[in-house]
T-cell receptor, first 115, second 111 residues
């Protein structure tokens, strides 16, 4: 299974600012995913990021608010823009596993608090 | 709309007993159903996957059943241990490699 790291692990930010979260994988992967997990809730998919193409966003999430970069097969960033307290959440990246079974491997998450 | 339900109440069981967690879904025809474990402050960890044409899958002390008629999966942990205490998430996927997660059930195994 892939080893995934995220930076930062946590941050406290002021309303109206932006934060960029990095996700690094120890092997090359085609598909990377970004999720949000609000306090006490399950995971909600924000977008799917394929290298060499624009990210595909889920309903309720837009590129202006959550721009994503995918410059190569081992790295991606998610930016949370113009933050409000409602953006306080854990943000997780994941990668697809081998085989065609949709298994995913997750990073440790970034805990974001917006004041 | 698609809905995946897991028991939101925490499940408390005694060490050595079998824990059984339930995942029900509606408006979905998944190709795969997966179970993940999530510890506080960590990302989910994949445990088991079962395909739509499979009834049961086992791995060590874990067993998953999948009933596509009832639209339900059961996840069993036999001989449970305090180290099994965590939140367990079921996730479904059909096409496009996207996973849809359930709400999760917190399991607490006591001595």
């Amino acid at each position: 299974s892939a080893v995934i790291s995220q930076k930062p692990s946590r941050d406290i930010c002021q309303r109206g600012t932006s934060l960029t979260i990095q996700c690094q994988v120890d092997s090359q992967v085609t598909m990377m995913f970004w999720y949000r997990q609000q306090p006490g809730q399950s995971l909600t998919l924000i977008a799917t990021a394929n290298q060499g193409s624009e990210a595909t966003y889920e309903s309720g999430f837009v590129i202006d608010k959550f721009p994503i970069s995918r410059p190569n097969l081992t790295f991606s960033t998610l930016t949370v823009s113009n933050m409000s307290p409602e953006d306080s959440s854990i943000y997780l990246c994941s990668v697809e596993g081998s085989g065609r079974t949709d298994t995913q491997y997750f990073g440790p998450g970034t805990r974001l608090t917006v004041l | 709309s698609q809905k995946i339900e897991q028991n939101s109440e925490a499940l408390n069981i005694q060490e050595g007993k079998t824990a059984t967690l339930t995942c029900n879904y509606t408006n979905y025809s998944p190709a795969y159903l997966q179970w993940y474990r999530q510890d506080p402050g960590r990302g989910p960890v994949f445990l088991l996957l079962i395909r739509e044409n499979e009834k049961e899958k086992r791995k060590e002390r874990l067993k998953v059943t999948f009933d596509t008629t009832l639209k339900q999966s059961l996840f069993h942990i036999t001989a449970s241990q305090p180290a099994d205490s965590a939140t367990y998430l079921c996730a479904l996927s059909g096409t496009a490699s996207k996973l849809t997660f359930g709400t999760g059930t917190r399991l607490q195994v006591t001595l």
